[in-house]
């Protein structure tokens, strides 16, 4: 399976699976309403699934999900980026709107906090396996890094639009604001797991930061802030937050960069 020839219908294939299953959960989550809460964690299973399936129809035996060992800077990177630049980002609109600042966390109880990060970590998995672990170096074998980033970055974005636009997901925005930054941040965001996916060559230090970010902006930095346009500067809507993670994404580049320069003498 080494010829980019091959690999075009195969990502083509895995996507409809993707949002073939997807759209089963988006219609339980959507017409549920809060009593189908749970199929978010089922629907953020589904680019796993699809993975799954692909590894055993045209990858059996081989490794091609990223299931790999690798150095632990790498996992370092992926647990302590977002609490970098969601830190700066919160703390930031905390110095600008203090009012803002609540000093409450999702909940007190250190048990559930614990809990709450392996449930972080077990809906990240879903996720990254489909979207990090397959179809990143995929695309990326049959273009380029740069358009691998672009193309599932936006794939990845609207996946999210069918709850975003129902309400149940990031609400806070109008959505001609919402759709937009969501999509500047997630492709954002991408372009570092991208660096971590490709280096290490392991899924794992991606799973990591997306549960990081996840549990560091939804059970931590989001509820310790109140205020009525924060979603337009904080989060994953936020303007602030976007700007840090390009922020971060031009420095981790530039530092990798430099790291080959260096190689080269």
Known sequence: MNDTKNKKPIVVIF?????????????IRIRGGDAAAGMTSILMWCPAIAAFIIHRIFYYKQKVLGWN??????????????IIYLGVSYGLYWIVNPSSFTGEIYTSSIGNLLLLIMSSIFTATGEEIGWRGFL????????NVKAAILVSGLIWAVWHFPLMIAGLYQSGTTIWYQLPMFTVEIIA???????LRLKSQSVWPAILLHASHNYFDQVICGPLTSADKQA??????????????????????????Y???LHRL
């Open 189 to 195: 965001m991408t372009a570092i797991m991208a660096f």
């Open 69 to 82: 060992k690798c150095k632990i800077r790498y996992i370092l990177m992926g647990v302590f980026l977002p």
């Open 15 to 27: 996507l409809i699976i993707t949002f073939v299953l997807s759209s089963i959960c988006y219609y």
């Open 259 to 261: 790291r080959q320069s």
């Open 136 to 143: 990143l170096p995929r695309l990326a074998d049959m273009w």
């Open 232 to 257: 337009y500067f904080v989060g994953e809507t936020g303007f602030i937050t976007a700007v840090m993670i390009i922020v971060m994404g031009i420095i981790i580049k530039r530092k990798m960069m």
